[in-house]
């Protein structure tokens, strides 16, 4: 069904859930190598089924490989490299020969090969061992001079392989192992790494932007410990600036798992201004080298896609901070999967505090690849320190269970080791609840009694209700900053309804819903908006654009001037956040489960805030998010706090949640914006608000039966109608898909197919209806505007979808929203209707109905089309309309085609559009066509 799901009761499930992995263990045996040139060695003490040797050129099958008319280079053990002197044979004899020998020699490295020139009948002189000689061929003298410009850049060419060349496993001892001419270098039971090149390129590369680029090969290699590398570089950046660079490197050993993991740190003496993009080139060398690989992609829109791994990149970028955008396949969590199906895998990954671009591709008898990213110096000068993580994780393909969760899980595991996974009681939560302040503050109490009365109390502990709405005002939740508490009294929904609250009612409320059993979660706020019109609005804390605009946000109850987005990077908002955050835990911290952070999603992808200094915004939310958490985790382990990214449903965002216990988004239980949250709350969960869940309880249950989220109500907006206020039959609809929910014991975590053709499938199924009919020779079609047609409706959402739309005589979406098509106004209630006037009246004899729909999306006829309507012909005699077709079967179809049983002549048409698809409640049209026979 291209969904990957995972039960909770099994064993290794328990640790996809977000369970402590087996403890990480660093062997201590480090030992000084001799190999290659004194570098350090790390010895795990595992033995490897390595066969292959040491050669002076990258990781390569044992397959001879021709080289040129004379020679070949045949696996790893000898390379026949050719040298041309033809002036040798002068200092021999005197006198230009006319001819000269070829001699191969099977000696390693360029210094050992020799070409002699000889007069002819000279014998070869002792200076060639009989055993290094694999071929002697003599040749004449023009072809010997034409022969040289050849080789002396073959030459040169192959002194370039043998500088960028890679060792080969079997020189290098099990473990983790540095020299100046070999890089890092970490040989494991499944394969051998390099960390420092590949088969294109050296490095670490620098890269100043301007200012050149260094590659980085001479280190000084701290002292020996038992569980870490460490090398140290210096740059001369341009300008002057001295760039120190440390890298810190361990092993990282969880049987039958593995993994590298480097701290790759940068430390200006002073600000940096220029863009600095850092590439780092690896290559792995799998024991099983010959087979057919594969690349799995955690895309951001929840798809593990998979691709096979060829000579052609495969490219993926994780993005945030400064995106590099070359990729157009974007990442949800920074790691791509190499593998061999049902062999080995690897995870290549890096932490999410900035975006890093992964090239892959196959190599011979190597994966080789890069990890590059760039910072936006020249906007965001490099200031203090720069720190990332980069690792490589091997594992033995796993034969059950799920085939890509491993990778995921060791990625959170040692990228974010500072962040364990939320409490396990989150996964048990089968129902959620958004209250908003509802009934002037009195809906709460009025729910709470009716959820008791119908739900058991082993039922109540999974149902998790937030209570939204009771602070004083958008931006200041009730806290006084001066004196670091919780205001005792205040008036909640202030500019509307006044409702008195204190500390006391509100710890009351809180309690009461936790001492019938419920999981109960407060309100912290609403993103990063603050109210312009609220006592101690701080104006120079508002974010700004490169053009000084505000971006406003929230307007509702609850707010007395325009709110605008804070700059997350801003020292005092970052600081105002962490005070208020201690002052609620310490004043509600033991009345409630947790709390839920709404519209995280105000710091985009790749924002820049100009003041008090240039710095990233995303970065500061991340590391905002991160340290709100730290500090709930703190207060209590049981305790949550929830981000609300609105990934998929919003713009750009980064997920946020991957550094909280996951999200409560205000998304309203969208289709399409479901998947985008799987990969950032892989360990935890993914819940979405839904204000409209009676209108909008098709959409919802959708998500429950298809990807097993929660059953989302709410009561306060949009519907504004809670639990108290249902029906009988919407009770018994609500709980019976609640217990459809607790019956389940998966959770889909990814998807394996592109998650619009999913809903497209599952819960929008394209349906092109009737077959359009090929014209009949001598018919028209009346009503296009070419003919004379003109077209008017009873609303029409002008410009993008006038009602002349319809009648242009394009039967596809192309320019729908572009003035194709024709939409009835937004809240227009039904029926709507779309009226033709021909030119002159005339005779028809078939009607064609075109909805809209458009191909390979989820947005089909289903989710948007029209389904029942009459088309009306205007009878003159009677002064009236009179219906001759009538669809009436609720037809989700794209092409309707009514062929009238006799001829019908009319100066105008109509269709009288009934019923629509339920998403918005809007007629659409992409074409309405009268077909007749020509003449008047």
């Known amino acids: 069904m291209g969904l990957a799901a995972s039960g909770r009761s099994s064993a290794p499930m328990a640790?996809?859930?977000?369970?402590?992995?087996?403890?990480?263990?660093?062997?201590?045996?480090?030992?000084?190598?001799?190999?290659?040139?004194?570098?350090?060695?790390?010895?795990?003490?595992?033995?490897?089924?390595?066969?292959?040797?040491?050669?002076?050129?990258?990781?390569?099958?044992p397959r001879p490989r021709p080289f040129g008319p004379f020679g070949f280079a045949s696996g790893r053990t000898a390379r026949a490299w050719i040298c041309c002197r033809p002036r040798a044979a002068k200092s021999l004899s005197g006198s230009r020969s006319q001819g000269g020998w070829l001699i191969l020699s099977r000696r390693l490295g360029?210094?050992?090969?020799?070409?002699?020139?000889?007069?002819?009948?000279?014998?070869?002189?002792?200076?060639?061992?009989?055993?290094?000689?694999?071929?002697?061929?003599?040749?004449?003298?023009?072809?010997?001079?034409?022969?040289?410009?050849?080789?002396?850049?073959?030459?040169?060419?192959?002194?370039?392989?043998?500088?960028?060349?890679?060792?080969?496993?079997?020189?290098?001892?099990?473990?983790?192992?540095?020299?100046?001419?070999?890089?890092?270098?970490w040989r494991s039971s499944l394969g051998t790494v390099w960390l420092d090149r590949c088969e294109q390129s050296r490095g670490p590369v620098v890269k100043f932007l301007p200012g050149g680029e260094q590659r980085l090969v001479e280190a000084d290699a701290g002292p020996a410990s038992p569980s870490q590398l460490r090398l140290t570089y210096q740059v001369h950046a341009p300008g002057g600036v001295e760039l120190s660079i440390v890298r810190e490197i361990q092993i990282r050993e969880t049987p039958p798992e593995s993994a590298v993991v480097e701290t790759f740190t940068l430390r200006p003496s002073r600000p940096l201004p220029l863009d600095v993009q850092i590439?780092?080139?690896?290559?792995?060398?799998?024991?099983?080298?010959?087979?057919?690989?594969?690349?799995?992609?955690?895309?951001?829109?929840?798809?593990?896609?998979?691709?096979?791994?060829?000579?052609?990149?495969?490219?993926?970028?994780?993005r945030l901070g400064n995106p590099l955008g070359t990729a157009k396949a974007e990442l949800a969590i920074p790691l791509l999967e190499v593998g061999s199906p049902g062999r080995w895998k690897a995870g290549l990954m890096s932490d999410p505090a900035f975006s890093a671009l992964f090239d892959v591709r196959r190599g011979p008898g190597a994966v080789n690849g890069s990890v590059s990213y760039r910072?936006?110096?020249?906007?965001?000068?490099?200031?203090?320190?720069?720190?990332?993580?980069?690792?490589?994780?091997?594992?033995?393909?796993?034969?059950?269970?799920?085939?890509?969760?491993?990778?995921?899980?060791?990625?959170?595991?040692?990228?974010?080791p500072d962040v364990p996974p939320g409490p396990r009681w989150l996964h048990e939560i089968a129902m959620v609840h958004y209250d908003y302040l509802s009934d002037k503050g009195l809906g709460w109490d009025r729910d709470l009694a009716l959820l008791a009365r119908w739900l058991a109390p082993a039922e109540r502990r999974r149902v998790a209700l937030c209570l939204?709405?009771?602070?004083?005002?958008?931006?200041?939740?009730?806290?006084?900053?001066?004196?670091?508490?919780?205001?005792?009294?205040?008036?909640?929904?202030?500019?509307?309804?006044?409702?008195?609250?204190?500390?006391?009612?509100?710890?009351?409320?809180?309690?009461?819903?936790?001492?019938?059993?419920?999981?109960?979660?407060?309100y912290f706020g609403d993103g990063l908006a603050a109210d312009s019109g609220a006592p101690g609005f701080h104006e120079d804390w508002v974010y700004r654009d490169a053009q000084g605009n505000k971006i406003a946000g929230w307007q509702g109850p609850d707010t007395f001037g325009p709110t605008y987005w804070l700059n997350p990077a801003h020292p005092e908002v970052f600081a105002w956040f962490l005070g208020y955050m201690d002052a609620l835990l310490k004043t509600y911290g033991a009345e409630v489960d947790g709390l839920v952070w709404d519209e995280t999603f105000e710091a985009r992808t790749g924002q820049i805030a100009l003041k008090p200094q240039p710095a990233y915004c995303d970065r500061a939310m991340l590391a905002l998010v991160k340290e709100l958490s730290h500090r709930v985790r703190r207060f209590d382990p049981q305790k949550v706090f929830l981000a609300s990214d609105c990934l998929g449903a919003t713009g750009d965002?980064?997920?946020?949640?991957?550094?909280?216990?996951?999200?409560?988004?205000?998304?309203?239980?969208?289709?399409?914006?479901?998947?985008?949250?799987?990969?950032?709350?892989?360990?935890?969960?993914?819940?979405?608000?839904?204000?409209?869940?009676?209108?909008?309880?098709?959409?919802?249950?959708?998500?429950?039966?298809?990807?097993?989220?929660?059953?989302?109500?709410?009561?306060?907006?949009?519907?504004?109608?809670?639990?108290s206020e249902w029906t009988?039959?919407?009770?018994?609809?609500?709980?019976?898909?609640?217990?459809?929910?607790?019956?389940?014991?998966?959770?889909?975590?990814?998807?394996?197919?592109?998650?619009?053709?999913?809903?497209?499938?599952?819960?929008?199924?394209?349906?092109?209806?009737?077959?359009?009919?090929?014209?009949?020779?001598?018919?028209?079609?009346?009503?296009?505007?070419?003919?004379?047609?003109?077209?008017?409706?009873?609303?029409?959402?002008?410009?993008?979808?006038?009602a002349s739309g319809a009648i242009d005589g394009v039967r596809d979406e192309s320019g729908w929203g572009a003035g194709h098509g024709w939409a009835s106004a937004a809240g227009a209630p039904l029926p709507q209707w779309l009226q033709v006037d021909f030119a002159q009246p005339r005779t028809l004899t078939q009607f064609i109905v075109i909805t809209y729909q458009r191909e390979n999306s989820t947005d089909t006829a289903t989710k948007w089309g029209i389904q029942n309507y009459e088309i009306q012909t205007w009878d003159d005699k009677a002064n009236q309309w009179k219906t001759v077709v009538a669809e009436t079967r609720d037809r989700p179809s794209k092409v309707r085609v009514h062929a009238l049983p006799q001829p019908i002549r009319t100066g105008k048409v109509r269709l009288l559009v009934t019923r629509v698809a339920p998403s918005d409640g809007r007629a659409r049209l992409l074409q309405f066509e009268a077909w007749g026979p020509m003449g008047p």
């Open 15 to 61: 640790a996809r859930r977000g369970s402590p992995r087996p403890a990480t263990t660093v062997l201590p045996s480090i030992r000084r190598s001799t190999a290659m040139g004194g570098g350090l060695s790390f010895r795990t003490g595992r033995s490897s089924r390595s066969t292959s040797t040491l050669a002076a050129t990258p990781p390569r099958t």
């Open 110 to 185: 360029l210094e050992k090969c020799e070409f002699f020139y000889r007069q002819r009948k000279q014998a070869v002189g002792p200076q060639v061992p009989v055993a290094s000689v694999i071929g002697c061929f003599r040749i004449p003298w023009r072809t010997s001079m034409k022969a040289r410009a050849f080789f002396v850049s073959a030459v040169f060419a192959a002194r370039a392989v043998v500088l960028l060349s890679t060792p080969c496993a079997a020189d290098v001892p099990a473990g983790l192992h540095w020299a100046k001419d070999s890089g890092v270098v």
């Open 279 to 318: 590439e780092r080139p690896f290559s792995f060398q799998p024991v099983a080298a010959d087979v057919a690989l594969e690349a799995v992609c955690p895309l951001k829109n929840g798809w593990a896609q998979t691709v096979p791994l060829t000579e052609s990149a495969v490219q993926a970028e994780y």
């Open 375 to 416: 910072y936006a110096g020249s906007r965001v000068p490099i200031r203090g320190e720069e720190t990332r993580l980069f690792g490589v994780w091997l594992a033995p393909a796993k034969t059950s269970g799920e085939p890509f969760g491993a990778a995921v899980d060791a990625m959170f595991q040692l990228m974010l």
């Open 468 to 522: 939204h709405g009771w602070y004083d005002a958008i931006g200041s939740y009730c806290y006084d900053a001066v004196t670091g508490r919780m205001r005792e009294k205040w008036l909640a929904f202030g500019p509307t309804q006044k409702i008195p609250l204190s500390q006391d009612e509100l710890k009351r409320r809180l309690r009461a819903a936790r001492e019938l059993g419920f999981r109960v979660l407060l």
């Open 653 to 723: 965002v980064p997920g946020y949640g991957m550094v909280a216990h996951g999200t409560y988004q205000d998304t309203g239980c969208s289709p399409t914006a479901w998947s985008y949250g799987l990969f950032p709350n892989w360990r935890n969960v993914l819940w979405s608000c839904n204000w409209a869940s009676l209108s909008n309880f098709d959409a919802m249950r959708w998500g429950v039966e298809t990807l097993g989220v929660p059953v989302a109500i709410s009561n306060g907006w949009g519907d504004d109608r809670g639990p």
């Open 728 to 802: 009988e039959d919407q009770r018994e609809m609500f709980l019976r898909l609640f217990r459809t929910r607790l019956a389940r014991t998966e959770r889909v975590r990814y998807l394996t197919e592109d998650p619009q053709r999913l809903v497209g499938r599952t819960l929008w199924p394209p349906s092109p209806g009737d077959p359009l009919p090929d014209p009949t020779p001598g018919t028209v079609n009346w009503a296009l505007a070419a003919q004379g047609g003109r077209a008017t409706a009873s609303s029409e959402d002008a410009p993008p979808y006038p």
